[in-house]
Nanobody, 131 residues
Framework: VQLQASGGGLVQPGGTLRLSCAAS????????LGWFRQTPGKAREFVAA???????????FYADSALGRFTVSGDDAGRTYYLEMNALNPGDTGIYYC??????????????????????WGQGTQVTVSS
């Protein structure tokens, strides 16, 4: 799978951005599409994820910092995925990556938060929140 993220940019605090992630190459029937953020000197941090099985959207997962402000979604048939980010603040600044992990999340498990569990990564897109 090849992934390409886009949609980043400079936005003022309180603003909105929608990131997109386009997939190509081999398609899978069961996977998690995750979004991670990375800032200088830090490991990639989980932001949000959505599961797909049999072409249908499944459960969505959010980091505490994203809950209520960000919305993750995707179109399995069109192989395009989105991260809608509202009420942005400077703490949201970073390089955002989309990634694919093969498999599904069992009830109560949180492995989707671990970047090491993801099999495929796209290049990042820079998001800068500043006045």
């Amino acid at each position: 799978v090849q992934l390409q993220a886009s949609g980043g940019g400079l936005v003022q605090p309180g603003g909105t951005l929608r990131l997109s992630c386009a997939a190509s190459g081999r398609a899978y029937n069961s996977y998690i599409l995750g979004w991670f953020r990375q800032t200088p000197g830090k490991a990639r941090e989980f932001v949000a994820a959505v599961s797909f099985y049999g072409g249908r959207n499944g459960e969505k997962f959010y980091a505490d910092s994203a809950l209520g402000r960000f919305t993750v979604s995707g179109d399995d048939a069109g192989r395009t995925y989105y991260l809608e980010m509202n009420a942005l603040n400077p703490g949201d600044t970073g390089i955002y990556y989309c990634a694919v992990a093969l498999g599904q999340v069992s009830s109560g498990r949180t492995w989707y938060k671990d970047s090491d569990e993801y099999n495929f990564w796209g290049q990042g897109t820079q998001v800068t929140v500043s006045s």
